[in-house]
């Protein structure tokens, strides 16, 4: 078997690996320890993160989530108006709660519940709910008001295993979208 030469990862000069193919550097001494302490600096980097990610608590990781759910809405209501007022949706956009976070904790990351809504109704107008209650009517169709309406006293059962299932989830449909 040929064996096919290789540019040095430090000094960038070819070389032929002599000992396996996953021989990086040339056979410099000072390239060989350069990259020794780069890949450890590598490894420390890497269990630092993941240190930092067990050491979360969970509302970090609710914070995490409601990051990446509220990004996930506001493309997904990209190009549609205010839910409340109907201005088409420029520059700023908030994700608005229909039935509040505070009241309603349960339904804080339910899609049918969070649309794109101006910052004028949404802080300002305190989400400017009376508009609010006809955009969502129109946009989701009365049936599945019904529904979301049916729910809005459950429970509040969201354990970390979701949180994290759910940051997953939604991080991977932004990215798909963002890809549109
Ligand atoms: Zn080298
Ligand atoms: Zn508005």
Not at 6 to 20: G, W
Not at 70 to 87: E, F, M, P, T
Request: proline share 2%.
């Amino acid at each position: 078997m040929k064996v096919r030469n290789k540019k040095c990862r430090i000094c960038r000069k070819e070389f032929i690996p002599k000992y396996s193919t996953m021989q990086a550097t040339c056979e410099n001494i000072e390239c060989m320890l350069a990259y020794s302490s780069k890949q450890k600096e590598k490894k420390t980097k890497a269990e630092f993160k993941a240190m930092k990610e067990r050491n979360k608590s969970v509302s970090q990781w609710r914070k995490e989530l409601q990051q990446v759910f509220n990004q996930y809405i506001r493309l997904r209501d990209r190009g549609k108006g205010c839910i409340s007022c109907g201005r088409p949706l420029v520059g700023k956009t908030d994700a608005g709660h229909y039935y509040s976070c505070g009241s309603y904790p349960n339904l804080r990351f339910h899609e049918d519940n969070v649309h794109g809504q101006c910052v004028l109704c949404n802080q300002h107008k305190h989400g400017n709910l009376l508009e609010y209650a006809i955009g969502i009517e129109k946009r989701i169709g009365k049936k599945r008001l019904e529904e979301l309406k049916s729910l809005r006293n459950d429970r509040l059962s969201l354990p970390l295993d979701e949180i994290k299932e759910k940051i997953y989830y939604y991080k991977d449909k932004v990215a798909q979208m963002k890809k549109v």
